[in-house]
């Protein structure tokens, strides 16, 4: 028989009772085939040992292989992130800027790349030491889960971490295997796949590479991506494990489409500023790493070492005015550098049996470091625009950080206690190299040091429910990118603060019946020093601190499997996020009041799907998602993006023939074909906010697996 659930009180949208009303017939008809839910899941981020979701104090989501992969085309993270709780992920339709991801408004004012977010695969950073990070690097063919931490523990990992992302790639399997897919769909989208993995000899490994291409849904959006993937694995004795790991990821002429005023957004939404053409603005990325993970086993201790290395070389074409560019500490309308980074890391993880409960506890330190050798050039040649002129800016620019940090956890009986402090130091360096005429010299040095602490407590109502309390303190520096410009005299500006939070969340977690779980997390967060858009005059944009700031919200998230072949997952945030304080911005020095909305944060999100098992080897879909108006600038007198609701619908098949295993999928997504933003770009001075999102588009792919 079908679990007896007890359903929390939910207050769904009018779209979820939609979609609900019209598969209930099919639920009433669906076979007994058996799916299952994993409720509990272990997880790593947050304690650093492994420990049971549940029993965290703390807001943490995973996603598993078969809700990253399951009917989609493993292209941007954002297909799976939707449906985590606090978390925006939006897909900008624009490679050329990445994705734009923020958990409880950290990381919504990025223009391009992920600030404000962690992002972590399989330990190695993929976040530099300044807290930019790139989502692209993640590859989601060999991913076998995502944990997404939010609220005060995500602290514990030092700067820039308002929210921490972290992949994790599959481990390799005893029978090797070979795999191939082909994905096509709308917008002259293709994808292909390949891959490998096994053991021989002692030794695991996992390949995997892929092409992905699109005309892309917008004027001048096309795109192409390659990436390739390396994990070999081994064991040089029974306590210990070794790894190595290589990643890479190649984007070349990527063109850049510019966001649109919103009277060009109404009247063509998938159009194109002029100027965008006129510089053919475009982006290419060159991006290779490689890392090396032990662990070894001492009893019930455990030692961590890894190391990482790579470069990355970026080329971005802007459409920053020739007039503009007149500004003699202008660096050009091209921006053009080879990024070398490196960095290591090492905790040990000791259990006692301490005062009648059990004690674990990780001492450990990170060091990363990254050098960027930075060139600008004009991007004009007399009158022909889009092209590499004059060179106006040459500089080394360095950054690094060092956080020891510890963390422990006590339990006993319906009491657990987690404390933790991390003591983060980064370093700018900026060596300039272009000190021509009246430009300047703007070499300089800016360093930040912060203590963070973590509290957090678990009580155990009963087996089935935990409530939990945590607190902590976070930071969050400028970028390279932010400090790259002053917004009266032009120079690198060493002057900007890093914001400063203190984190507050009370929880609770519930098992309802045996098949479904309910997490509620209810959080205040003030900030003083918010990072905020100062000036963003041709595409030069510049910072300053303003003062601060305050997000109060709820995240609600129910998983469960109504009968064996039909499941469900829903999650839903409410963020209000204002500046508690006036502050003036901008050449106009322009007064942002006290009250005013932070931009690019929606106030609600919601999202829900409903999964059918109508036989084995044979499922569908349908899913729900709804966002909030979105204000574009500081003062909320431009338009806002409004809000929406769109639906999408997915199937997936698999057939297997003695060691043959076949997949398909299709999906069609924004089913009722609604026009709205998918995306904004904060902060704009040109007024070019609104990245619009594709119409009623659709996918549909194939994989083959042959396995020994």
Not at 545 to 553: E, I, L, M, V
Not at 693 to 701: E, H, I, L, T
């Amino acid at each position: 028989m079908p679990p007896r659930l007890n359903q929390p009180s939910l207050t769904p949208t009018p779209l979820s009772l939609a979609l609900l009303a019209a598969l209930a017939p099919l639920a009433g008809t669906a076979s007994a085939a058996d799916t299952s839910l994993t409720l509990n899941p272990v997880v790593i981020t947050g304690s650093r040992a492994e420990a049971a979701s549940f029993d965290l104090p703390a807001a943490i989501d995973v996603l598993d292989r078969e809700q990253i992969t399951a009917g989609q085309p493993r292209v941007n993270a954002s297909e799976a992130l939707l449906a985590v709780p606090g978390v925006v992920a939006n897909n900008r339709q624009n490679y050329a800027q990445d994705l734009q991801i923020s958990t409880r408004g950290f990381g919504a004012r990025s223009a391009f790349g992920v600030r404000g977010v962690k992002l972590i695969t399989d330990g190695i950073p993929a976040s530099m030491p300044d807290g930019q990070g790139q989502a692209a690097t993640f590859n989601l063919d060999v991913a076998e889960r995502m944990e997404v931490l939010r609220g005060p523990f995500s602290a514990v990992y030092g700067n820039h971490s308002g929210g921490v992302i972290q992949l994790f790639t599959r481990e390799p399997e005893n029978r090797p295997s070979v795999e191939g897919g082909l994905a096509v769909g709308s917008y002259g989208t293709t994808k292909a796949d390949l891959g490998a993995q096994g053991k021989a000899g002692g030794l695991g490994y996992v390949l995997s590479t892929s092409h992905f291409d699109t005309d892309g849904y917008r004027d001048h959006s096309a795109a192409t991506r390659d990436q390739a993937f390396l994990k070999l694995t081994g064991k040089p004795d029974d306590v210990s494990k070794l790894s190595f790991v290589v990643n890479g990821l190649w984007q070349h002429n990527t063109q850049d489409p510019l966001g649109l005023s919103w009277n060009s957004y109404k009247s063509n939404p998938r159009g194109v500023d002029q100027a965008a053409i006129d510089y053919n603005t475009r982006k290419s990325i060159d991006h290779l790493q490689a890392g090396i993970a032990y662990e070894r086993k001492f009893g019930s201790d455990l030692l961590q070492l890894s190391t990482y290395s790579g470069q990355r070389s970026v080329i971005q074409y802007q459409s920053i005015p020739r007039t503009v560019q007149a500004n003699v500490r202008h660096s050009g309308g091209i921006i053009d550098f080879d990024r070398s980074f490196y960095g290591f890391g090492a905790r040990y993880i000791a259990v006692r049996e301490v005062a009648g409960g059990k004690l674990t506890t990780t001492v450990g330190a990170d060091f990363d470091s990254s050098t960027d050798q930075r060139r600008g050039y004009e991007n004009f040649v007399g009158t022909t625009l889009g092209v590499k002129g004059r060179l106006r800016r040459k500089e080394t620019d360095t950054v690094e950080s060092l956080d020891p940090y510890v963390q422990s956890e006590w339990a006993s009986g319906n009491w657990a206690v987690t404390a933790g402090l991390r003591h983060s130091q980064v370093k700018f360096k900026v060596d300039d190299q272009y000190v021509v005429g009246v430009n300047g010299n703007d070499s300089g040095r800016r360093d930040y040091s912060k203590t963070t602490p973590v509290l957090g407590v678990v009580y155990k109502l009963n087996p089935a429910v935990n409530l939990y309390a945590s607190a902590a303190r976070g930071f969050e520096t400028p970028t390279l990118n932010e400090m790259f410009y002053s917004g009266s005299g032009g120079s690198f500006n060493f002057g900007l603060n890093p914001s400063r939070s203190k984190h507050l969340e009370v929880g609770a977690k519930a098992f309802v019946g045996d098949a479904s779980r309910v997490n509620l997390a209810v959080f205040q967060i003030t900030t003083d020093d918010e990072l905020v858009v100062d000036t963003a005059i041709g595409g030069r944009t510049s910072y300053k601190n303003a003062g601060k700031t305050q997000r109060q919200g709820v995240e609600l998230s129910f998983d469960t499997a109504w009968r064996k072949d039909l499941t469900s997952r829903f999650a839903a945030s409410y963020l209000r996020a204002i500046y508690d304080e006036g502050f003036r911005t901008g050449s106009a020095n322009t007064l942002v009041a006290a009250g005013n909305l932070m931009p690019g944060i929606p106030r609600s999100t919601v999202f829900g799907d409903l999964a059918w098992k109508i036989r084995p080897g044979l499922s569908t879909a349908v899913e729900g998602v709804y966002r909030s108006k979105v204000y574009v600038e500081d003062t909320n007198t431009q338009t806002p993006a409004p809000s929406y609701a769109i639906a999408n619908l997915r199937v997936t098949a698999e057939q297997r023939v003695g060691p043959w295993r076949f997949t398909e999928f299709a999906r069609l997504d924004n089913l009722f074909d609604r026009q709205y933003v998918g995306s904004v770009v904060v902060g704009d001075t040109n007024g070019r906010y609104y990245e619009g999102a594709p119409g009623r588009n659709g996918m549909v792919g194939v994989n083959a697996r042959y396995t020994w």
